[in-house]
């Protein structure tokens, strides 16, 4: 079995055929069995036992998220105020259902994108949401506008039986994670993973192989999971991007997921990648 990340799976039928039929969404609004996304503070509202919140469809909310089970779901585009980074919904993603969570995804991912391109890349004037909430199109120039998903990659490097893992300053007293960085135009994911690795450590790497993927809606990536076999394991870190990198053995990876009192560093919780990683790792994988 693949690893399975939290906000990766199925989600709803995105019904991609209905989009481009104006007439019919029109009819799914007015569907019985139709729903609303709920938001509250910049996301999705979650209730007590972390399912996302739903209400009756009110007028013509500009995104057909999907059908479940057949009964179509929309969503509106919440202004952009509040702010939207991991850390400022974690109490929300804690609470948050597993198999809730890829609707959570793309609703979140969707209305980031639609806050930010409110006007046209081509020729600045004002663009609206078209097929569903699935594109924009400008008003003036007739663009189509798609919504972007920005690739980062995210990996393990590996030395002899120990993991490289790293801290970025903004992260939480004591812990540790996977190093990753965005993947640039015109580079594939194992150079991305290479030159990150080199960039952020001054590892030379080799062998990179894909594990798993993540849509993270923080807020419009892709999550691009690997692993690679580093040459040798002096570091050089980069400073700029790190507080700290440093290799750790498989028992202190273990010490770590298990949460023991006497463990080196703090593992990375249940909604990131880097966490599926480390369990896919300290599990066999090679
Ligand atoms: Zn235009």
Redesign the pocket.
């Known amino acids: 079995m693949p690893p399975d990340p939290f906000f990766a799976g199925e989600g709803l039928d995105r019904a991609d055929h209905l989009r481009a039929k104006p007439e019919q969404i029109g009819a799914l609004h007015r569907d019985p069995d139709a729903r609303q996304l709920v938001w509250e503070n910049g996301a999705p509202a979650v209730d007590e036992w972390g399912r996302l919140r739903w209400q009756d469809v009110e007028g013509a909310p500009p995104v057909l998220l999907g059908l479940n089970g057949g009964a179509p779901r929309f969503s509106t585009l919440p202004d952009g105020s509040a702010p939207n980074t991991a850390y400022a919904h974690f109490q929300l993603l804690s609470l948050l259902d597993a198999t809730e969570a890829p609707i959570f995804a793309a609703a979140l991912s969707l209305a980031n994108w639609h806050r930010r391109h409110g006007f ?1 890349s ?2 600045g ?1 004002m663009t609206e949401p078209n097929r569903g909430g699935w594109s924009r199109i ?1 008003s ?2 007739g ?1 189509e506008h798609y919504p972007r998903v920005d690739p980062v990659v995210i990996m393990l490097a590996e030395h002899d039986g120990q993991l490289l893992l790293g801290r970025q300053p903004q992260y939480p007293p004591g812990r540790y994670s996977a190093l990753a960085g965005f993947v640039e135009p015109g580079e594939s994911i194992e150079a991305a993973v290479a030159r990150e690795l080199k960039e952020e450590a001054g590892i030379d790497v080799r062998n990179v192989r894909y594990i798993c993927s993540q849509p993270w809606p923080f807020p419009n990536s892709l999550m691009i999971g690997a692993w690679a076999e580093a040459i040798g394991d002096s570091l050089i870190i980069d400073t700029n991007e790190l507080d700290d990198a440093r290799w750790f053995s498989r028992e202190e990876v273990i010490a770590a997921l298990q949460g023991e009192a006497t463990a080196p560093f703090q593992p990375p919780p249940r909604t990131a990648i880097a966490r599926t990683l480390l369990d896919a790792w300290v599990d066999g994988l090679k």
Do not use: D, L
Request: with cysteine; glycine share 0%.
């Open positions: 046209c081509v020729c004037q400008c003036s120039c663009s």
